[in-house]
């Protein structure tokens, strides 16, 4: 299946481009958002060979993992806890030059050194939060939210995970 796609360019923002159009193709037709998931981990460590990426989808009162690729992960966060629980929190996107001065971080990897959390909205209301995590410092930038944003609106979603 990867082969039907290619995703080009050298530049972040290249990549970003062409990631959302082969995100697009790979997801058509599919309306499971567990698979589609991670079909869109898989292809964005591929691409930009990131430390970790993957999904936490809202279960009751916490974020629960979902598909994820990448390093044992922490299975469950409460909200307004880490990155990922401050991103679900305030219904909005956070980056993280450097995750040891972002006070209450959850280490589940030390080769963690920065982050970034995009929240998957479906009805107005977060479902989940995609994660990735660099093991470099000042990875993440307003290019990345740009276009993870725009990746997170291609899931085909259910009213509730």
Request: proline share 4%; hydrophobic share 45%; charged share 20%.
């Amino acid at each position: 299946m990867a082969e039907l796609f290619s995703v080009t360019g050298t530049a972040k923002e290249e990549k970003y481009r062409s990631l959302v159009v082969a995100i697009g193709a790979l997801m058509q037709g599919e309306p499971d958002i567990i698979a589609n998931m991670a079909n869109v981990t898989a292809t964005i460590k591929e691409v930009f060979g990131f430390l970790w990426v993957g999904f936490y989808r809202v279960v009751g009162d916490e974020l629960v993992l979902g598909p994820f690729q990448g390093l044992v992960a922490c299975n469950r966060i409460k909200k307004g806890r880490g990155v990922c629980g401050v991103s679900w929190e305030k219904a909005e996107s956070v980056i993280v030059p450097d995750v040891n001065r972002f006070a209450g971080h959850i280490a589940c990897s030390s080769k963690s050194k920065s982050e970034i959390v995009v929240p998957v909205f479906s009805n107005n209301e977060i479902i989940g939060v995609l994660d990735i995590d660099s093991e470099y410092l000042n990875t993440f930038d307003k290019t990345d939210e740009k276009y993870l944003s725009q990746i997170v609106k291609l899931l085909p979603l259910p009213d509730a995970l």
